[in-house]
DNA sequence: AATCAATTTAACCAAATGGTTAACTATTTG
DNA sequence: CAAATAGTTAACCATTTGGTTAAATTGATT
């Protein structure tokens, strides 16, 4: 492998990037995925052989973002309110990283669940859950906080944390914001929506 | 216009809308739609001339049912409690009857956002906003509530409601739910969301 | 029944699209 | 350096796709 590779396969998958979270897998063009990185479209199909390939390759890298924090935090041994307000910090501060990356996920998942098949280790994910359940429910028997499921305490972070970025778009026109609006909007929350589920719960 | 109109006219919105919602512009195609409507390709084109205009036929209809209650709940006369619990019912019961539509409506708008500007009358949205966020303010001056600002309370509310309907392949793989345990959590949430965000707002 | 407009279809078309091929150009290596 | 290997391209191909056309069918009106 040549000095070029790297930088040409790169180039390719950064460009790829972008096209299929703005585009969707349907939308995106091979050929514009070439011209924007510079090259021939055949060179594309030299490193990645498909569309489907690279689409595969792509959405299996947003998807671990998606969950990149979530399994370290929940499994880890801060107490319960300090972990609601890592995780949305967490989420705020990876989501403005790369904004398109939740809206991309969720949506390619919809369109083809078996996408997601192959990801996420389906057994760790019933422990953690269940860990955190626990963890809760000592909470409640100390009188710290109400009774709530762990499916939905954590469906209610997520919610508060990425929809307001799934949403951007709208929030925008509807709340007439600029830009700059916006992103003081999303800086508030990564205090706000700790203390707001955290108020929510409490006993 | 003769009988057979309205039958055929209302057969290709029907499976167009499935289609769209579905998979998006660029993946839905006039073939399928025609084939699935019963109809040759060219009778869409007869009704609808292009895929584009009928595409923003369905969009429309499809924003208008994102946005149907929640103007009139918020500028509606309810307490502040009562409006909550209201959007929160009315967002979850419009949303389990049409599941594909919010998903679809954020993901179009966030691939076109000049889509939403001819819908949606900017200045009664800052109306609703303002006489909201007043309402919000008397509360607050009363000591009943915490001080909120309209903007967070709203996308608080929306966010509890709608994620979990975008992310529902993802939850229900992630939490391995079968569909009636899906619609069980949904159904438990029409009460608890709301209940979630008055103790989170309750001073 | 004849007529006229609305409805519907089969066949066709041009452009776009994902993908391939064969040749050409570095680059590495024995 | 020569030969093999990896990288790159222009041209091409088959299929798909949105859209059109002209003819046929249907249905109401007189």
Redesign the pocket.
């Known amino acids: 492998?040549?000095?070029?590779?790297k930088n040409?396969e790169e180039a390719i998958l950064q460009v790829a990037r972008k096209a299929f979270t703005q585009k969707g897998l349907t939308g995106?063009?091979?050929?514009d995925i070439a011209d924007q990185a510079?090259?021939?479209?055949?060179?594309v199909?030299?490193y990645f052989?498909?569309?489907?390939k690279l689409f595969a390759l792509i959405f299996e890298q947003e998807f671990r973002k998606f969950f990149s924090n979530l399994a370290a935090v929940l499994s880890g041994d801060s107490p319960l309110f300090a972990k609601i307000q890592e995780i949305v910090a967490l989420d705020i501060e990876r989501i403005t990283e790369f904004p398109d990356m939740p809206l991309f996920v969720l949506n390619e998942i919809s369109r083809n669940p078996s996408m997601m098949v192959k990801q996420l280790k389906q057994a760790q994910a019933k422990n953690m859950l269940a860990a955190f359940q626990l963890q809760i429910n000592a909470e409640v028997k100390k009188g710290v906080i109400k009774k709530i499921s762990a499916q939905q305490l954590l469906i209610n972070i997520q919610s508060l944390s990425i929809f307001p970025f799934v949403a951007k778009p709208m929030i925008k026109k509807v709340m007439q914001m600029t830009e700059k609006q916006y992103q003081e909007m999303i800086r508030g929350r990564k205090k706000e929506v700790a203390e707001f589920i955290i108020n929510a719960i409490k006993a």
Chains 1, 2 share one sequence.
């Open positions: 492998m040549k000095l070029k590779d040409t995106a063009r091979m050929q510079g090259i021939n479209k055949a060179l199909h030299y052989e498909s569309k489907e």
